[in-house]
């Protein structure tokens, strides 16, 4: 399974922002697709989730500002970020979960700077 994520780059703050990530080779039972953050010296974190099912899960500092949203046709999963603020500046990776698995795509750098 390869991840390949798109969409990163500089925003200056309160701008938005819409990564993609598309998932290829072997896709059989997709639990779940999603989206990790880490930034310089911190920890990395769950920035949003969806499951196959549709239901989703936000990270407490993007909620109501991100959305995750998903193209099961395409194997692609979108997270729009909105109100984007310096805090959000990070290398965010996309990940997917199938058969008690965890792929991870090469991340993709969004700085938030005036």
């Known amino acids: 399974v390869q991840l390949q994520a798109f969409g990163g780059g500089l925003v200056q703050p309160g701008g938005s922002l819409r990564l993609s990530c598309a998932a290829s080779g072997s896709i059989e039972d997709i639990v779940a697709m999603g989206w990790y953050r880490q930034a310089p010296e911190k920890q990395r974190e769950l920035v949003a989730r969806?499951?196959?099912?549709?239901?989703?899960v936000y990270g407490d500092s993007v909620k109501d500002r991100f959305t995750i949203s998903r193209d099961n046709a395409k194997n692609t999963v979108y997270l729009r970020t909105n109100s984007l603020k310096p805090e959000d500046t990070a290398v965010y990776y996309c990940?997917?979960?199938?058969?008690?698995?965890?792929?991870w795509g090469q991340g993709t750098q969004v700085t938030v700077s005036s």
């Open positions: 990940y997917l979960a199938q058969n008690g698995r965890i792929y």
């Open positions: 969806i499951y196959s099912g549709g239901r989703t």
